[in-house]
């Protein structure tokens, strides 16, 4: 088998044309070099060097040697390098994968709370739905995987499958509420109702079948006989799609209060129905049993050491034009 070492060793003659001083600068006494330069030898099957000559010279075997010896070298070492590069990327960054709603909801504030408290990080977000993002997360391509979970588990069920994130160490570190959102009325009060009564019906915009959200949802309305019939014109696997359609007038839809709690304040979107059709959702971070890299270990241990506070400063709410539910604002300072 051949040995790195003895092309290495090969170079250094070829360059100095005298085993005394290869074996100075390979560090390396001059038997020593002089066998590994014999145990390449016998591997090419051919002498490299003629040792009549000083300073010595290389045969023609050897000269063919010499030019792939140096390109085999440089293209490894080259690799290495960038292997290495790659390695201390990995140990300064922190990689995460979280469904569409929370690279808008969540990550914008939480990413610079962490890089203030953890100096330089390059911290990456990877969207897509919550069985994508558990994909990435089985195949080692992110560190963490954040997503939204609701009481039930209607969100972990929802997928068909089990999720490699199951079975994880996770933390909440935040929160989120699903509330019936629909356009006002003339007299301020919603244009679409959800009274309870199985009787009536009312338009409703939902999440398409592949966002998680949805899910959640749907789970509520299954557990509710005595809700109005909803009537579906419309999906869209974005929340954001959903409340410009419910801006619109088109229906109601269960919309994050995160993105939509100025549309309170405005008086543009209005709660209806029941509080108690509020979906509330936990907001968790689940990471893999094997060791992280520095940055992503030293995330969660802060996390599990400091709690979701030492990153966080509370949030300061826009001035109040319409009342907004006094437990949903207590939510969103949280």
Same mark, same amino acid.
């Given at each position: 088998?051949?040995?790195?070492?003895?092309?290495?060793?090969?170079?250094?003659?070829?360059?100095?044309?005298?085993?005394?001083?290869?074996?100075?600068?390979?560090?390396?006494?001059?038997?020593?070099?002089?066998?590994?330069?014999?145990?390449?030898?016998?591997?090419?099957?051919?002498?490299?060097?003629?040792?009549?000559?000083?300073?010595?010279?290389?045969?023609?075997?050897?000269?063919?040697?010499?030019?792939?010896?140096?390109?085999?070298?440089?293209?490894?070492?080259?690799?290495?390098?960038?292997?290495?590069?790659?390695?201390?990327?990995?140990?300064?960054?922190?990689?995460?994968?979280?469904?569409?709603?929370?690279?808008?909801?969540?990550?914008?504030?939480?990413?610079?709370?962490?890089?203030?408290?953890?100096?330089?990080?390059?911290?990456?977000?990877?969207?897509?739905?919550?069985?994508?993002?558990?994909?990435?997360?089985?195949?080692?391509?992110?560190?963490?995987?954040?997503?939204?979970?609701?009481?039930?588990?209607?969100?972990?069920?929802?997928?068909?499958?089990?999720?490699?994130?199951?079975?994880?160490?996770?933390?909440?570190?935040?929160?989120?509420?699903?509330?019936? *959102?629909? +356009?006002?009325?003339? @007299?301020?009060?919603? /244009? &679409?109702? !959800?009274?309870? %009564?199985?009787?009536?019906?009312?338009?409703?915009?939902?999440?398409?079948?592949?966002?998680?959200?949805?899910?959640?949802?749907?789970? *509520?309305? +299954?557990?509710?006989? @005595?809700?109005?019939? /909803? &009537?579906? !014109?419309?999906? %869209?696997?974005?929340?954001?799609?959903?409340?410009?359609?419910?801006?619109?007038?088109?229906?109601?839809?269960?919309?994050?209060?995160?993105?939509?709690?100025?549309?309170?304040?405005?008086?543009? /979107?209005?709660?209806?129905?029941?509080?108690?059709?509020?979906?509330?959702?936990?907001?968790?971070?689940?990471?893999?049993?094997?060791?992280?890299?520095?940055?992503?270990?030293?995330?969660?241990?802060?996390?599990?050491?400091?709690? /979701?506070?030492?990153?966080?400063?509370?949030?300061?709410?826009?001035?109040?034009?319409?009342?907004?539910?006094?437990?949903?604002?207590?939510?969103?300072?949280?």
């Amino acid at each position: 088998m051949l040995d790195i070492r003895w092309l290495e060793d090969f170079i250094v003659v070829a360059e100095t044309r005298n085993i005394t001083k290869a074996s100075e600068l390979r560090n390396v006494t001059q038997s020593g070099l002089s066998r590994r330069i014999q145990s390449l030898e016998n591997w090419a099957g051919a002498a490299l060097i003629d040792r009549r000559h000083a300073p010595l010279e290389l045969t023609e075997a050897g000269h063919k040697l010499l030019d792939v010896a140096n390109e085999a070298l440089g293209r490894l070492n080259g690799v290495r390098r960038t292997i290495r590069e790659d390695q201390n990327e990995r140990l300064r960054s922190i990689r995460f994968a979280a469904p569409h709603i929370l690279s808008v909801t969540f990550f914008p504030r939480w990413l610079l709370a962490i890089q203030a408290k953890l100096g330089s990080t390059r911290l990456s977000v990877t969207s897509d739905n919550l069985p994508g993002c558990a994909s990435l997360f089985e195949d080692g391509g992110v560190d963490f995987v954040v997503c939204l979970v609701d009481a039930e588990g209607a969100i972990l069920r929802g997928a068909g499958r089990p999720l490699s994130i199951e079975g994880c160490a996770s933390i909440s570190i935040g929160k989120e509420r699903l509330i019936p *959102l629909s +356009a006002p009325a003339a @007299d301020g009060k919603p /244009l &679409h109702r !959800l009274d309870l %009564n199985p009787r009536l019906s009312t338009s409703y915009l939902a999440y398409s079948p592949e966002c998680s959200l949805g899910w959640a949802v749907e789970d *509520l309305v +299954a557990r509710r006989p @005595d809700l109005v019939q /909803l &009537h579906s !014109l419309y999906d %869209n696997s974005l929340a954001d799609g959903l409340r410009t359609m419910a801006l619109a007038g088109l229906g109601v839809a269960w919309l994050p209060l995160t993105t939509t709690h100025n549309d309170i304040i405005r008086g543009k /979107l209005v709660r209806t129905g029941d509080p108690r059709l509020a979906i509330e959702l936990d907001v968790r971070l689940y990471r893999p049993a094997q060791r992280l890299g520095k940055k992503a270990e030293e995330l969660w241990t802060r996390l599990n050491t400091e709690g /979701l506070e030492a990153l966080l400063s509370p949030v300061a709410l826009p001035e109040i034009a319409t009342p907004i539910h006094a437990e949903d604002a207590q939510m969103l300072r949280q």
